[in-house]
């Protein structure tokens, strides 16, 4: 057998399953949504097994994106660890059948402690979901494993779902780039999103004047990685930007491009940041305005550049 070829036919397996969970989402999810929003307390997630597992990930990731959460073995939980969950607590119950005993015996002890149940399952008739407030379903209709027995397909399919509502929350609560730093302080992650502009500009500007030739233009935009260049007067006021954008609108809005300069070509506003300002600030721009660089000022009320920033500065970062 060809192993390589049955690795990509599991894959194909597996995506065509999760292309039916996804058409199985319904308005359910905006209510699950919501009430993590709105929760006061924190989301305890619960699971067994494989889907213990798959509980950790999803309570890591909640939590890593403002989304206070916690994991608790279903077993565990019932002799001792119950004492983690609080009146204003929601219980996100993962149980694909949805009808282990550890999981299902946990639901009336949640209910007296006052907290809300999110059931995902692949049930929504099953035990569990009928004691759930809201039921987040996971359709799979066979395993990949060839005895449909290994939980596979199941799991990775509750994965995702916990990746969108994740992903989801992240958006309703306009989580940033500065809130993900917060919880990152460590690593290289951490101290990318934690440094300066001034730690990560490059101080060799790319430029040219307003009168330099189209083909000398191609040149210092394409040398190195920055794919623009700074355009100065001959007073020395930098007064444009040149990016590998322009270029080609240039080539192809006008017929006899050897014949444009700077001055022609250029954008006369850019977008800036002073040097002092944090990486994530940076990045905000970046986003916000769908570009890739950003001129480096010395001070905020500054128009003296100092630097460049791009956006390989800040993803190279060790």
């Known amino acids: ?4 070829e049955r690795c990509k036919q599991i894959f194909e397996q597996e995506i065509v399953e999760f292309k039916k969970v996804a058409e199985n989402i319904g308005d359910e999810i905006n209510l699950a949504v919501e009430i993590i929003y709105t929760c006061k307390g924190k989301v305890v997630i619960m699971g067994i097994g494989k889907t ?6 999803i309570a890591a990731s909640l ?11 279903a077993a565990e939980a019932m002799h001792g660890d119950l004492g983690m ?34 059931a995902i399952t692949g049930n929504p008739h099953s035990a569990l979901a009928q004691e759930a407030e809201i039921v987040l379903n996971v359709p799979i209709e066979r395993e990949v494993c ?96 040149i990016t590998d954008g322009d ?21 006369h506003s850019f977008k800036h940041i002073h040097q002092e300002a944090m990486i994530t600030q940076a990045l905000e721009i970046m986003d916000t305005n769908n570009i890739t660089s950003l001129a480096v000022t010395d001070t905020p009320n500054s128009n003296k550049i100092v630097g460049i920033l791009h956006i390989h500065d800040i993803i190279d970062f060790k």
């Open 52 to 57: 213990g597992i798959v509980g950790h990930k």
């Open 1 to 4: 057998m060809c192993w390589k």
């Open 85 to 118: 969950v609080a009146k204003n607590d929601i219980a996100l119950l993962i149980s694909h059948s949805g009808s282990s005993s550890e999981i299902v015996n946990i639901c009336t002890p949640l209910k007296n402690i006052g907290a809300r149940i999110i």
């Open 146 to 241: 060839p005895l449909n027995l290994a939980p596979t397909t199941s799991t990775t399919a509750t994965m995702l779902l916990g990746d969108a509502l994740m992903v989801c929350l992240m958006e309703r609560r306009q989580f940033k780039a500065e809130n993900f730093a917060l919880y990152h302080p460590g690593g290289a992650l951490g101290r990318q999103l934690l440094s300066r502009v001034k730690h990560r500009m490059s101080t060799a500007i790319p430029r040219v004047i307003t009168d330099t030739a189209f083909n000398d233009i191609i040149y210092i935009v394409s040398d190195g990685r920055k794919g623009m260049t700074l355009v100065y007067n001959h007073e020395n006021n930098c007064v444009g930007i």
């Open 247 to 267: 270029i080609r609108r240039a080539v192809q809005h006008h017929e006899n491009i050897k014949s444009l300069t700077a001055a022609e070509i250029m954008t």
């Open 63 to 73: 939590a890593s994106t403002g989304t206070p959460a916690i994991f608790v073995n």
